[in-house]
Nanobody
Framework: QVQLVESGGGLVQAGGSLRLSCAASGRIFSIDAMGWYRQTPGKQRELVATITSSGSTNLADSVEGRFTISRDNAKNTVYLQMNNLKPEDTAVYYC?????????????WGKGTLVTVSS
């Protein structure tokens, strides 16, 4: 079993910054893509950013130029640096990872961390 634990959410004023972290632990052989998604009440969960094991990144148009995704493979951790935050960035942010054990690749989700951006 694998657990993803997010941290770093909170309340920030518009224009401010936050850094989210997500650490994977448990039965891990390796981790392929990792990413961040977000969700607000009544809306579908949407992709924010993803990063492959080799470091290739993909960011949603809405956060391009403001957010940066990175990872530390030795620590099985993915980060999301969020700058110039806007009220519309307010959401629960979820970590996602494709984790390999010896025989399988399984997709896991964290429980989420709330980011609130005040105007």
């Amino acid at each position: 079993q694998v657990q993803l634990v997010e941290s770093g959410g909170g309340l920030v004023q518009a224009g401010g910054s936050l850094r989210l972290s997500c650490a994977a632990s448990g039965r891990i052989f390796s981790i392929d893509a990792m990413g961040w998604y977000r969700q607000t009440p009544g809306k579908q969960r949407e992709l924010v950013a993803t990063i492959t094991s080799s470091g290739s990144t993909n960011l949603a148009d809405s956060v391009e130029g403001r957010f940066t995704i990175s990872r530390d493979n030795a620590k099985n951790t993915v980060y999301l640096q969020m700058n110039n935050l806007k009220p519309e960035d307010t959401a629960v942010y979820y970590c996602n990872a494709n984790v390999r054990d010896a025989d399988y690749t399984i997709n896991y989700w964290g429980k989420g961390t709330l980011v609130t951006v005040s105007s």
